[in-house]
């Protein structure tokens, strides 16, 4: 029951991320400031150190959770995402690093073009799609208990 209530917790930190993406694409200001307040250091190292443990997290409850839906469909889906989640976590350091590298004019430039990049938008795209196979393990799963 514990895999549960984590997968749950992971759906809800799923739709409040996409929430906050689209609150971010209209009003970027608040992120605009808090990259002003921060070093490229700081930035850089908050950056990389939530990309692994996200990246970790996401990984293990989706694996662990596959092991106890009914669905071989969403079995399969579940530790495939868990994949991605994983071989994703390198290249997401690798375009944060670049990102948080610079003055703070030339960071705030490449941040508010990363909102607008075709990447945001293929993350945006992924994050939906997981949030809905998150959605639908959640829902086998309570429904089994039932």
Known sequence: MIRVV???VLFVFNVWGLYKYVQLQIDPSDALEALK??????????????????????AVILSLNSLIVSSYFLTITLIICAAIELCLIFPRIH???ELYSGSVEEVTKKYL?????????????????ETGIIGATIYLILKELA
């Open 95 to 97: 375009r944060s690093t």
């Open 6 to 8: 984590f997968l749950i």
């Open 113 to 129: 073009a990363n909102l607008k990049s075709f990447y945001s938008v293929i993350s945006f795209i992924w994050n939906i799609a």
């Open 37 to 58: 307040k921060l070093s490229n250091k700081e930035a850089k190292l908050t950056s990389n150190f939530l990309i692994v443990m996200i990246g970790v997290v996401y």
